[in-house]
């Protein structure tokens, strides 16, 4: 089984500022590591993901995740962060080499302050 | 091309009531999932159909719920005896095989049990 942990629900930050998203995972298998973003009023969508490879992932627009297998973490991380980057952000993991449901976190709403 | 599609987009309906909730995936994408939000949480897991037939269907609280695909294409799950307790955004999501179980959203449907 697989489990995900965000410890801070909320995390606000001023505009231009750096952020960092926290996320713990657990599991017994391989997984795969994902970012979803869901910005007001709209679905979730994919940031980004770890799959093999290189452990640092970027997006985009300017968020890297970087996999420690050592620590169990997925952290977040943008050196400098717009009011467009307000939203919610959900950390999950599915099994690796498998179709199958994806673990959510409970989600981080980032918050930018003017 | 054309995303994960859900309908309606919001359904109120009194306790007791039976709903039909409707997912229309990406064309191509073989896997079908149903989550689960709630206020202030992740989504979370209900069913997974590979093709016609659910591969997983742990993630069902109960035998009010259940959804069906029948020709592999379309689902719908199906809320029977309705209660307040099941007031959630409803999701669903699609992927393709072979994609490292990148899983593309819908929308969602808010459903609201009065």
């Known amino acids: 089984a697989q489990s995900v942990t965000q410890l801070d629900s909320q995390v606000p930050v001023f505009e231009e500022a750096p952020v960092e998203l926290r996320c713990n995972y657990s599991?017994?298998?391989?997984?795969?590591l994902f970012w979803y973003v869901q910005y007001p009023n709209q679905g979730l969508q994919l940031l980004l993901k770890?799959?093999?490879?290189?452990?640092l992932v970027e997006s985009i627009n300017g968020f890297e995740a970087e996999f420690n297998k050592s620590q169990t973490s997925f952290h977040l991380r943008k050196p400098s962060v717009h009011i467009s980057d307000t939203a919610e952000y959900f950390c999950?993991?599915?099994?690796?080499?498998?179709?199958?449901?994806?673990?959510f976190g409970k989600g981080t709403r980032l918050h930018i302050l003017p | 091309g054309a995303g994960v599609s859900q309908t309606p987009s919001n359904k109120v309906t009194e306790k007791g009531k039976y709903v039909e909730l409707r997912c229309d995936p990406i064309?191509?994408?073989?896997?079908l999932y149903w989550y689960r939000q709630s206020l202030g949480q992740g989504p979370e897991f209900l069913i997974y159909?590979?093709?016609?037939?659910?591969?997983?269907d742990s993630g069902l609280p109960n035998d009010r719920f259940f959804a069906v695909r029948p020709e592999g294409s379309v689902s719908t799950l199906k809320i029977q005896r309705t209660e307040r307790g099941d007031s959630a955004v409803y999701l669903c999501?699609?992927?393709?095989?072979?994609?490292?179980?990148?899983?593309?959203f819908g929308p969602g449907t808010r459903l609201t049990v009065l």
């Open positions: 999950a993991v599915s099994p690796m080499n498998r179709d199958d449901k994806i673990i």
């Open positions: 999501a699609s992927s393709e095989r072979g994609s490292y179980n990148e899983q593309f």
């Open positions: 770890y799959l093999s490879g290189s452990t």
């Open positions: 159909f590979q093709g016609t037939g659910a591969a997983d």
């Open positions: 599991s017994s298998v391989s997984v795969y």
């Open positions: 064309s191509g994408h073989t896997a």
